[in-house]
């Protein structure tokens, strides 16, 4: 099973498929050198995420993991619709799996929304908690700046405190009860959100719902690993493998062991 991302961030998301599915292999793809995929276009995220894909096709992957919503949000559909059609392979994302997991969350149908500028312009989001509950409201903030500072593994400082504190403001305001992290890399201050957000409000993470949308994929698909193992998992990175590491391993929370650099081109300038 393979998992890609702009970075380190979809690591929150391997982290929650090694402790729900610890039977299965898993590739993680960190297309680091090209981060972050926040501030890319939409045309770019596409040519990116289909030549991340065509190589974890080529190493073995019998299911394909879009861990990162900006990704998500450009690509999804096209290469869903590809795989399925070119090599019988499913395509998950990480922007429908929280969107249902909110709207049944919620009490008082506010919802809000922390995530990249990319994604927050996509109108993704809106989408999927609109088809989950029409009657909830999604209040949406950009957050320009958080995955990088998270993304650079620095000490967090008191500038950091108060960035989050001035994007969880307007959800504050508008009395949102449920707030979806809309960006992998969010799950690693979790601590400093629900303070500025208050103790009531529900946390919805990319990796909880994406392992469940996982499991049932495989199990739908016959393709679930049986039996008492436990799988491997190696990593590829586009950037420094050392700073790869150095960051990956809090996002993990486990140890990386060897990690690959690997190069790909791009058909779109960047």
């Known amino acids: 099973m393979a998992v890609f991302d702009s970075g380190v961030g979809g690591l929150t998301v391997l982290h929650e498929l090694l402790v729900a599915l610890p039977e299965e292999d898993y590739i993680y793809f960190g297309d680091t050198e090209r981060f972050p995929y926040g501030s890319r276009s939409p045309a770019e995220l596409?040519?990116?995420?289909?030549q991340i894909a065509d190589w974890l096709v080529a190493r073995g992957a019998k299911l394909v993991v879009i861990a990162c919503n900006s990704a998500t949000a450009a690509a999804l559909d096209g290469l869903r619709e590809r795989l399925a059609r070119t090599a019988g392979i499913t395509v998950i994302g990480v922007i429908e799996p929280e969107s249902v997991l909110a709207a049944a969350a919620t009490r008082n149908g506010h919802i809000g929304l922390l995530a990249t500028v990319a994604t927050v312009e996509s109108g993704a989001y809106d989408r999927a908690v609109a088809a989950a509950d029409p009657q909830t409201k999604l209040v949406s903030v950009a957050c320009p700046d958080l995955a990088p500072v998270i993304q650079a593994g620095s000490p967090f400082s008191d500038e950091t405190v108060e960035m989050v504190r001035s994007y969880c403001d307007p959800l504050r305001e508008a009395n949102v009860d449920t707030v979806i992290l809309g960006c992998t890399h969010y799950p690693l201050v979790r601590p400093l959100l629900q303070r500025a957000l208050g103790p009531k409000v529900r946390i919805i993470t990319s990796g909880d719902a994406a392992a469940r949308r996982v499991e049932h994929a495989l199990s739908v698909g016959g393709i679930r690993r049986e039996g008492?193992?436990?799988?491997?998992?190696?990593?590829?990175?586009?950037?420094?493998?050392?700073?790869?590491?150095?960051?990956?391993?809090?996002?993990?929370?486990?140890?990386?062991?060897?990690v690959e650099r690997i190069k790909l081109e791009s058909e779109v300038s960047q």
């Not at 596409?46 to 289909?50: G, L, P, T």
């Open 46 to 50: 596409r040519d990116f995420s289909d």
């Open 228 to 258: 008492n193992r436990e799988g491997t998992y190696e990593f590829f990175c586009t950037g420094d493998p050392a700073q790869f590491t150095g960051v990956g391993e809090r996002f993990l929370q486990l140890p990386l062991g060897a």
